[in-house]
Nanobody, 122 residues
């Protein structure tokens, strides 16, 4: 099971840190991805981190602003989001798959969290 948290309302230019905590399985065996879905849009991949943390990919839209990291001892993956813009408003989900790939697409993931709302607005 995965639990995403840390969402909220933030002004443009602000920051948030999302957390994805796992229970029932060992996080260290899985690559973790963050996805987001804005109203009326398809779910899109934001970032993915390998099980060791040694390989990371980002969507072009968040490169240089978002940072994904993990602490396997705490069974937690983080998404630090800086310089937020209204276009980042979405429900953010974390997901797990047992392998890392540079192709970060929804169907490749086996387990999903429930999502946390991020709203960027003045």
């Amino acid at each position: 099971q995965l639990q995403a948290s840390g969402g909220g309302l933030v002004q443009p230019g602000g920051s948030l840190r999302l957390s994805c905590k796992t229970s029932g399985f060992t996080l260290g065996y899985y690559a973790i991805g963050w996805f987001r879905q804005a109203p009326g849009k398809e779910r899109e991949g934001v970032a993915c981190i390998s099980s060791s943390g040694g390989s990371i990919i980002y969507a072009d839209s968040v490169k240089g602003r978002f940072t994904i990291s993990r602490d396997n001892a705490k069974n937690t993956v983080y998404l630090q989001m800086n310089s937020l813009v209204p276009g980042d408003t979405a429900v953010y989900y974390c997901a797990a798959r047992p392998y890392y790939s540079s192709r970060n697409y929804e169907a490749s993931y086996d387990y999903w969290g429930q999502g946390t709302q991020v709203t960027v607005s003045s």
